[in-house]
């Protein structure tokens, strides 16, 4: 499968953001999806994960609450829905797939990136 990301951008503290993740081929529907996050000096940090039926969604601390990550299987599609943003949340947001995995940072595929600024 091969991703996509798109959406981030410059905002100011407490705006809203959502980013898309685009998925290629027939069998999107039986991956589970994940958004990951890396910033300058720091390691690759895991945001959100949504299992292959959507019935079960996923979220690291320091985002549950605020962000929101959807899926619509119909478009190959995964989404980030990002409130009350912060300084804090400024980085390259990356969407990932994996069979097996949904949470945590070892996944299979990866989309390129997405920057998201995010200004006091």
């Known amino acids: 499968v091969q991703l996509q990301a798109s959406g981030g951008g410059l905002v100011q503290a407490e705006d809203s953001l959502r980013l898309s993740c685009a998925a290629s081929g027939r069998t999107f529907s039986s991956y589970n999806m994940g958004w990951l996050r890396q910033a300058p000096g720091k390691v690759r940090e895991f945001v959100a994960g949504?299992?292959?039926?959507?019935?079960?969604?996923y979220y690291g601390q320091s985002v549950k609450g605020r962000f929101t990550i959807s899926r619509d299987d119909a478009k190959n599609l995964v989404y980030l829905q990002m409130n009350s943003l912060k300084p804090d949340d400024t980085a390259v947001y990356y969407c990932?797939?994996?069979?097996?995995?949904?949470?945590?940072?070892?996944?299979?595929?990866w989309g390129q990136g997405t920057l998201v600024t995010v200004s006091s």
């Open positions: 949504i299992r292959r039926s959507g019935s079960s969604t």
């Open positions: 990932a797939a994996d069979p097996n995995v949904w949470y945590g940072s070892a996944w299979d595929y």
